[in-house]
């Protein structure tokens, strides 16, 4: 797991507009926030509790395969997530 520099807030959001505009499908939609702190909703997906997730920077400088997403869902949360990548 990498991170990369802070970007500016106008810097942030054009990034997470484009993200939007190549990966939202129905149910799923980016949204920009402030700093680092963006949204992805995931309408009709599955129940997220029933899904393990392992916050970023718990996992900073950490090798990513073994904190990838477990559980209900969790493909089609990985499929983004390599859309992405």
């Known amino acids: ?5 802070a970007y500016n807030n106008r810097r942030g ?10 990966l939202s ?7 920009p926030g402030v700093s680092y ?4 909703v995931w309408n009709g997906g599955s129940d997220a509790a029933k899904m393990e ?3 970023p ?9 073994a904190h990838l997403p477990k559980g209900e869902g969790s493909k089609k949360l990985i499929q983004l997530m ?3 990548g």
Do not use: A, Q, S, W
């Open 1 to 5: 797991m990498i991170t990369v520099r």
């Open 13 to 22: 959001k054009k990034i997470i507009i484009d993200l939007d505009k190549e």
């Open 25 to 31: 499908e129905e149910g799923i939609k980016f949204y």
């Open 37 to 40: 702190r963006h949204l992805m």
């Open 53 to 55: 997730t392992t916050p």
């Open 57 to 65: 920077h718990d996992i900073t400088g950490k090798e990513i395969t």
């Open 82 to 84: 390599n859309d992405i």
